[in-house]
C-alpha cells in the first residue's frame, strides 16, 4: 500500500552541467570564487561536481597560497575513485589534477598499518596530493599528532560523518587543527545534518567556516535530460522478498538496498535473500565468467544483468566492483541492469544510468535516504524521470516489534516532509508593510505588484521565491541574515527528527496547539544550534524557519484541494495558490498551521483503520508530558505576550495558544511551590 509520491518536476535548462572558460560548471564557480578562505564548507547535493570543485581550489592553494600539500580523506575506498586523473586544462584550467598512484591510498591493497606509514612517507616528500580513507587519517593524525599537517590542506570529504560529540575521533582531529590554525581545512558533504540528531560541529566552529551552498533544486533545475523526480513510500506485510516485485521494475535501471542482517525487515539470510530476488525476477542463467554478474533470463526473454554487492566471498565481490568501475564501460548504459546491495552503492556511488533507488526497511537517518537518493539522481542521456521507493513493513500488533514498526512509519512520513523542502527552490521572506515598494528586479508575475495583499516575486538571478510575510522579524546580525539565506534546511532537518514533535504533530493533533511545536519546539532548536544568537535574531530565524516548512506544506495542500493536477506540489505555482487563497499571510497565521498535519492525512489514506489505530495506541503510551525546559520557552512567550497585550496570559483563555502559555506559567509555579515545600 503506497503512500502518494512526492513528484517534482524542473526546468532541465542545463544551466547546471554548463561549464565556463575555465571548465567549471556553476556549483564549482561558486566554490572557487572562495578558494582563498582558510575555512571551507561546500554543501552540495550529489552529482553536482563537489570532487572537481575541490581539484580546482587545491590547485590553486598550491600554486598560489603557499600550501606545501593536500590530503583528501574519503569515508570508504570505493570513493578515492572520484578523485583520479583530471585533465583540467584541457577545458582551460591553468593546471592539470595528477594523484600519483601510489599516493591513492584508497586503490592500493594493504592493511591501515601499512597505509598510516604511507601518509608519514607522503609527508615527508615533495610530492603534492594523497588520497586515504577517513579511518587511515585517524590513525594517522593520532600516531603523528595535528603539527605534522601544519601548512597543508585537510579536504573531507562527506563531512557529514564528523560530529561535535567528544566520542567522534574525525570531528576532534578536525577541532584540533583549527586550535591549532596551522592547517586549510575544505569540508564537503551532500547532507549536512546526522541521523542521530548531534550537531556536525559546534556553532563557534562552524562560525570560523565560509560557506557555499548549492542546492537541491538549482542541481536538477539545471540538469540537461532529467527532469522529474519521484519520492514514494509502499507498506507491505509479511516477507518483503514476496512483495518487492509490485515496486520493482525490471525494465528501469535499479539499485536494490536490501535491509541489515539485523534489521527488523530482514529475514535472516542475505544471501538466500538475494537468491530470492532473482527467482522472482526471472530464470537464472549463471554468472558471467568477465564481470561476475548473475545472469537471469526474466519473463519477457531479456537477459538481466544483476550485481551481486551482498555476496561474502571477497574474490567474487571484488571481480564485480572492478567490472562496475571498469571506466570503459561508464558510458555504456547496457553493462548492467540491477545493483543489490547492503552497505555498498551508498554515498559518493557513481551510476549515471540508476533510474529507481528502492530501499527495504526504513535506513538509520534522514543523511541516508538523502544519499540514497543521490545515486539516482545523476543527469544521463535518455534518462527523464527517476524515483526513490522506500518498502516499509506495516506494524503488526501480533508482533513484539510493533514500537519499531511504529518508529519507521513516523521516520518515513518526516523524510518525506523534509525531502519536500529540499527539493523546492528556498525562499527569501520580507515583511509586509502598508507602503512597501515592488522589489527591482524580481518577476511579479502577469498581475504585477500589489501593495494592499501578499506579494511573490521570484529572483531571476538565484531563482528563490521571494514572499512577503505581515508581522515577520528581521534577522538584525549578518550570521542571522546567512543563516535565513542558507540554513533553514539545517533547521527543518532537526525539526522533522525531533520525536516528540513528529508524536505530538500527527497523533495528537486533536488537542494540540500549532503553537506548541512552531513556537515552542523549533524555539528550543534554534536555540540550541545557534546559541550565540540574540533573542531577536533567534527568533527571526525561527519564524522563518517554520514559514519555509509550512509553506511547502500548505502549497501542495493549495493545489489538492484546488482541485488541479500539477506534478510540481512544493514550488512556486502551489504557494501562489496558497498565498491568492489566504490574501494576506501574516506570522500568526503561520505559526497556526500543524505542518504534520498533511503527513498524518496522507498516512491515514494509505494504512488501514486498524493499522493506524495500533500506531495511534503506540504513540499514546509513550506520550511525553510537559518539561521543564518546555514550560519554561512557553513562559518566555507569555511575557512577549504581556508586552504586547498588556497583560499575562489566561488559563481560561478561548484561544487555545494563550492557554497553553498559560499552563506553562502554572506548570512553572507548581514546581517552584514543590521545590520551596521540599
Not at 593546471?95 to 584508497?106: G, H, Q, Y
Not at 609527508?123 to 595535528?146: I, N, P, Q, W, Y
Not at 534489521?263 to 535473500?273: H, M, N, Q, V
Not at 496558497?578 to 498535519?597: C, H, K, S, T, Y
Request: hydrophobic share 40%.
Amino acid at each position: 500500500m503506497p503512500i502518494p509520491s512526492i513528484t517534482v518536476t524542473y526546468a532541465h535548462d542545463g544551466g547546471s552541467m554548463r561549464a565556463n572558460a575555465l571548465g567549471m560548471r556553476p556549483m564549482q564557480e561558486r566554490a572557487y570564487q572562495r578558494r582563498g578562505e582558510q575555512y571551507l564548507l561546500i554543501k552540495s547535493p550529489p552529482a553536482s561536481g563537489k570532487s572537481r570543485a575541490l581539484m580546482f581550489i587545491a590547485l590553486d592553494k598550491l600554486a598560489n597560497q603557499k600550501l606545501k600539500q593536500v590530503i583528501i580523506v574519503v569515508p570508504e575506498r570505493s570513493i578515492g575513485a572520484s578523485f583520479y586523473d583530471e585533465p583540467l586544462s584541457k577545458h582551460g584550467f591553468f593546471a592539470d589534477w595528477i594523484v600519483e598512484p601510489k599516493w591513492n591510498l584508497c586503490g592500493s591493497p594493504g592493511t591501515d598499518g601499512g597505509k598510516v606509514e604511507a601518509v608519514k612517507k607522503f609527508l615527508e616528500s615533495d610530492d603534492k596530493v594523497l588520497v586515504c580513507t577517513h579511518a587511515t587519517f585517524r590513525f594517522a593524525v593520532e600516531k603523528f599528532g595535528v603539527e605534522a599537517f601544519d601548512d597543508r590542506l585537510i579536504a573531507v570529504d562527506e563531512f557529514h560523518h564528523v560530529s561535535a560529540n567528544p566520542d567522534n575521533r574525525l570531528g576532534d582531529h578536525v577541532r584540533q587543527f583549527m586550535a591549532r590554525d596551522k592547517t586549510h581545512i575544505v569540508a564537503m558533504t551532500g547532507s549536512y545534518f546526522r541521523g542521530d540528531a548531534e550537531p556536525v560541529l559546534h556553532p563557534e566552529d562552524e562560525a570560523k567556516f565560509e560557506t557555499v551552498t548549492y542546492t537541491y533544486y538549482e542541481q536538477l533545475n539545471g540538469y540537461q535530460y532529467l527532469k522529474q523526480l519521484d519520492i514514494g513510500y509502499f507498506f507491505y506485510a509479511g516477507p518483503y522478498t514476496d512483495e518487492i516485485l509490485k515496486v520493482l521494475d525490471p525494465a528501469k535501471k535499479t539499485i536494490v538496498h536490501i535491509p541489515n542482517v539485523n534489521a527488523r525487515e530482514s529475514l535472516g539470510d542475505k544471501i538466500k535473500e538475494v537468491e530470492h530476488i532473482l527467482h522472482e525476477l526471472g530464470e537464472w542463467q549463471g554468472a558471467d565468467p568477465v564481470t561476475g554478474f548473475q545472469l537471469v533470463r526474466a519473463s519477457d526473454g531479456r537477459i538481466l544483468k544483476i550485481a551481486d554487492l551482498v555476496d561474502d566471498d571477497a574474490a567474487k565481490r571484488d571481480q564485480v566492483i572492478g567490472a562496475l568501475r571498469d571506466p570503459a564501460q561508464k558510458d555504456n548504459r547496457d553493462h548492467v541492469d540491477i545493483i543489490i546491495a547492503l552497505g555498498m552503492a551508498k554515498e559518493g556511488f557513481d551510476w549515471i544510468w540508476c533510474e529507481h533507488a528502492l530501499t527495504v526497511g526504513y535506513r538509520s537517518s534522514l543523511t541516508e535516504i538523502v544519499q540514497i537518493i543521490g545515486r539516482a539522481t545523476r543527469d544521463a542521456p535518455g534518462k527523464t524521470s527517476t524515483r526513490f521507493t522506500n518498502l516499509i513493513a506495516e506494524p503488526d500488533a501480533s508482533q513484539l516489534l510493533v514500537i519499531e514498526a511504529v518508529n519507521d512509519t513516523l521516520k518515513a512520513i518526516a523524510a518525506s516532509l523534509l525531502m519536500e523542502q529540499v527539493l523546492a527552490p528556498r525562499f527569501e521572506f520580507k515583511p509586509k508593510h502598508p507602503n512597501n515598494e515592488a522589489t527591482p528586479g524580481f518577476d511579479y508575475g502577469p498581475g504585477g505588484y500589489d501593495p494592499e495583499k501578499t506579494n511573490i516575486g521570484v529572483n531571476p538571478t538565484t531563482g528563490q521565491i521571494q514572499l512577503e510575510i505581515k508581522g515577520l522579524a528581521e534577522p538584525k546580525s549578518p550570521e542571522g541574515e546567512r543563516i535565513c539565506r542558507e540554513d533553514l534546511n539545517e533547521l527543518i532537518t532537526a525539526f522533522v527528527q525531533d520525536k516528540h514533535a513528529i508524536e505530538r504533530g500527527i497523533f495528537e493533533r486533536e488537542e494540540l496547539v500549532p503553537e506548541e511545536l512552531t513556537q515552542v519546539r523549533m524555539g528550543k532548536i534554534v536555540k540550541e544550534k545557534f546559541p550565540n544568537l540574540d533573542e531577536e535574531d533567534q527568533e527571526a530565524v525561527r519564524q522563518h524557519a517554520i514559514a519555509a516548512l509550512n509553506l511547502v506544506q500548505q502549497a501542495k495542500k493549495a493545489l489538492i484541494d484546488g482541485g488541479e493536477e500539477s506534478k510540481n506540489t512544493a514550488l512556486i505555482d502551489g504557494v501562489r495558490k496558497f498565498a491568492m487563497d489566504v490574501r494576506e499571510l501574516d506570522i500568526d497565521l503561520i505559526d497556526r498551521i500543524n505542518p504534520f498535519g498533511e503527513a498524518y492525512a496522507i498516512l491515514a489514506k494509505s494504512m488501514g483503520e486498524e493499522r493506524l489505530k495500533q500506531v495511534a495506541e503506540v504513540i499514546a503510551s509513550r506520550r511525553v508530558n510537559l518539561t521543564i525546559d518546555e514550560a519554561r520557552e512557553l513562559a518566555m512567550r507569555a511575557l512577549r505576550f504581556k508586552k504586547e497585550k498588556g497583560r499575562l496570559p489566561s488559563l481560561t483563555a478561548v484561544d487555545p495558544w494563550e492557554k497553553r502559555m498559560a499552563e506553562g506559567i502554572a506548570f512553572l509555579q507548581q514546581k517552584a511551590k514543590e521545590s520551596q515545600s521540599a
